[in-house]
Structure formats: C-alpha cells, structure tokens
C-alpha cells in the first residue's frame, strides 16, 4: 500500500513529492489495467450501434419484426439494473472477480444472441449482454479508485469515457461490415470472442480486493423505481404519438422523482448517502454529468436530416452523425491534461456551455435543401458541440469520485457514474423522439425543434456545474490511499 497526499494549493493541485497530476505515459505503465477498464466499456458501447445495425438483417433472417424496437429496451433497462449492483458484486467478489463475472455474463449473452432461433430468443440474448455491459462500465469508474492512483484518475476517466464516443465509430462499422455479407450471428461470436481475450488479462492487470463477509443489502424499493423510469422512457422512444409520448416521459419523469424521495429516507441506497446531504456537491455533479450525455441522443436522428436536407448519401450521413462523439472523445483526452483547480472548475462550467452554443448553432444552420457550402458546416459545428461534453465529463467524474472521504463511499459515487449516464441516455432517447414528432411533420421544423430542445437541456447543465463548484470544499489537504 502506498499512501499519497495531495496538497490542494490555490490554483493548483501537487503532490507532495512536487510532481504534477499523472501523465499519459505514466498511465501507460498501467497497459493492461487501461485495456481491461477501458475494453470493458467499449465493448458494451460497440454492442449498442452494431445490434443497431445488425437488427434490420436478423429480422429477415429469423422474423420478429413487431418486437423490433425491444431489442433496445430490453438492453438498456437490464444495464440500469445491473450498474445499482456493482457494488454488491465487488463486495462479494472483490475486483478480479467481479470483471471475470461481467465479461462472463456478456460473452454469454452475445452466444445467445448468435444462436437466436426466433427474436424472443435474441431479445433475451439482448437482456443478458445488457447485464454484462452494464456492470463492466459500472466497474470501470469503480474499480479506478484500486486500479490507478489518484494522480491518474482523471487520465483514467478520461480514457473510459471516450470509449462511448470510440463505440459510435467501431459499431456501425462493424455492424455494417457483417450485415453487409449477411452474417449477423457472426457478428456476436466476434463480441463474445473479445470479451473472452480481454477477461484473460483480468488476473494480472487489476489488484486483488478483499472480498466483504457480509452480504450489501439490495435497495429493492429504488431499483424497482429506476426500472419503471428507464422502461417508461424507453417505451416512449418507440411511440409514434406525440401525446402518448409526453404522457409516457411524465410518468418516467413522475417515478425518477418517487425514486428521488425514497433514496433520501432509505437506509439503502442506490445513489451514496452524500448524495442528499445539504450543501453536498454530488447532486450537482451528477446533474452535470446527466445534462450533458443525453445531448449524444441527438446523434440518432442526424443521419436521417442529413440525408433529406442535405442531400448526403448514408456512408457520408453516418460520419456527421457520430462527429458530436469525436468531438467527445478526442477532447477528452486534451482536456484530462488541465492541473490548475480553477481550470478544471472552469472546464466543467464552459463543457454545457459549448455543447448548448454547438447545438443551437446547428438548429439555425438547417435548411431544406441545404448548400453544399451550409452542410459542410455542419461538421465543425458537431465537432464543437461534442467537444463541450469531452473538456467537462473527465473532470465531472474525478469530483465524484473525490466527493466523500470514505474509500467505500467513494467507490459507490464513482460506480453511480455508470446509472447515471445509462439513465440519461435512456431519458435523452426518449426526449428527442419528442421533440422530432412535435416538430413533425416537417423534416426542417423537427430538425430545429429537436436542436434547439437539447441546447436548451444542455444549457441547464451550466446552472448545476456553478452549483457543483460552489458547494465543492476547498480543503487544504486531502489524503488517499491506494494500492500500487
């Protein structure tokens, strides 16, 4: 065990010794740690955008159309579930054992969905993967707090993160390159195969916990409130009704807000006890976090504007699509660098900023009919917009994961981070789906109304980060201990 003191001055974070927050080749050291907290969320965010674009082949293949849109909420709502577990599971089967597990679980559920006679068999395989992806990402921003010292947690975070905007790229290639050939369940012994090669780093790349004697109790009364928020919005985005929608999104709203309440009186909680304690910063940060990953939902529909106003055949719409996630990615990896505490205050305050300024700059750039000169600006602006999330998440998730002195609560508010942006990703679906048949029928109207609803979503997002700075302590020393 090494212990390291992080002496906060103004202005500037250092440790003791005088060096400066971990470098990028500092984290290099940790390859295989990188490649199993990393490959563990990338895999389950490649899952999302290869089904999706498997989904129209297995359908030919083995029928099931009627149960389509399933496919999605079968996965998303088994990943919610399965993020409210990290911590149980790691405290009953410690860090190699855990990760063994989720890899495990997702392998299987990719073996399912190959093996699909019928789409009730592959929407189960759908429900298996979602257990597996939802724990491995949950364990990514948990097991950072043992894997890396806390110098590199932010290099670490970052690297995690990108890998949402990393899987917008890889899945629909790959998804595309086997639906292409007509070998779908192909497709899944491929994801099945890689969860298997990196699960076989696991014992070596990650250090042993000690695993807990006592059993973490299961908050029932909020798990069961998330599943029927997450599968009420999840429903909605598969509506075609603009009041049936509305209606669906209230009564998700209404059981987010039920679930709210009985987190603050349990004894058991989903979310860290810090969470609902007065003047806590936490709230706000995940607040934060949730403004501005569901803005990625806008990216669903940016191909179908693309190519019916500005006329781009569907390799070149698909691009512009996943320009926001670039933005993300690659941003992120500059931004993690930033050391100065004002800086990286800033950084989260300017992230939902940029991303509302980026999406409302879009809205006033659709035209039916666009110029080529018009769409071609389109993809600076995305690339603007999603840089706006990457310069803020990194640091979003290291002030989770610092907010709380205890090591064990630490660890569940960074687990947190996973349900927290599942959740959202569900909400942000099921909103744009919203907005794009408000602003319907008109390909244009949809367009501005959907851009201009997440600018405006996003923008609350610059309220909450103020709020997260203004309630975060500025103490003058702040020890961690952790293993090397």
């Known amino acids: ?90 405290s009953r089967r410690g860090n190699v054992g855990s990760y063994l597990i989720g890899f ?47 110098r590199l947690w932010a290099r670490g975070s970052a690297l995690i993160s990108a890998m949402f905007g990393v899987g917008n790229f890889v899945g629909p290639a790959l998804g595309g390159l086997f639906a292409q050939f007509g070998s779908w369940r192909l497709a899944f012994v491929v994801l099945a195969a890689v969860a298997v090669v990196i699960a076989a780093f696991v014992p070596r790349a990650l250090p042993r916990s000690e695993r807990g004697e006592s059993k973490v109790p299961v908050p029932v009364a909020s798990l069961a409130l998330v599943v029927g928020a997450v599968g009420a919005v999840s429903v909605a985005g598969i509506l075609s009704d603009a009041v049936a929608i509305g209606a669906v999104i209230a009564v998700g709203f209404a059981l987010v807000a039920a679930f709210l309440a009985t987190e603050r009186r349990a004894k058991v909680r989903v979310l860290p006890r810090s969470t609902y304690q007065a003047g806590s910063a936490l709230r706000w940060v995940y607040l934060t976090i949730a403004f501005l990953a569901s803005g990625v939902a806008v990216e669903s529909f940016l191909p179908l504007f693309s190519q019916h106003m500005g006329g781009l055949p569907p390799v070149a719409a698909g691009f512009f699509a996943a320009a926001l996630s670039l933005g993300w990615s690659v941003s992120q990896i500059v931004s993690s660098s930033a050391r100065r505490q004002r800086t990286i205050r800033r950084l989260q305050v300017a992230g939902p900023a940029v991303l509302a300024v980026g999406l409302a700059v879009l809205a ?33 998730s290291v002030a989770a994961m610092t907010s709380a002195d205890d090591p064990e609560e630490g660890q569940k508010a960074a ?11 569900a909400f942000g679906a099921a909103v744009a789906g919203l907005l794009v048949n408000l602003g319907g029928p008109a390909m244009i109207t949809s367009a501005r109304c959907l851009l201009i609803g997440f600018a405006v979503i996003a923008a609350f997002g610059i309220f909450t980060a103020r709020r997260a700075n203004r309630s975060t302590p500025r103490p003058a020393a702040v020890t961690s201990v952790v293993g090397e």
């Open 415 to 425: 687990a947190a981070i996973a349900t927290v942006l599942t959740m959202s990703t």
């Open 1 to 90: 065990m090494i212990t390291a003191r992080f002496v906060q001055r103004r202005g500037d974070t250092r440790v003791d010794n005088g060096q400066s927050v971990g470098s990028w080749r500092e984290l290099g050291g940790y390859l295989s740690t990188a490649v199993v907290l990393a490959g563990g969320v990338l895999v389950g965010a490649v899952n999302i955008y290869v089904a999706a674009s498997l989904l129209p082949t297995a359908v030919s293949d083995i029928g099931g159309e009627r149960l389509y849109a399933w496919n999605m909420t079968a996965f998303l709502v088994a990943q919610v579930v399965a993020t409210m577990f990290v911590g149980r599971v790691l």
């Open 364 to 396: 006033l750039l659709q035209h039916q009919d666009a110029s080529t000169l018009v769409v071609v600006a389109w993809l600076p602006v995305l690339l603007f917009g999603g840089t706006g999330i990457g310069i803020a998440m990194p640091h979003l």
């Open 104 to 150: 495990g679980v997702f392998a299987a559920g990719s073996v399912i969905c190959a093996v699909s006679p019928a789409m009730a068999v592959l929407l189960v395989g759908r429900g298996v993967q979602g257990l597996g992806a939802g724990l491995l990402t949950g364990l990514g921003f948990a097991v950072i707090h043992s894997a890396l010292p806390p």
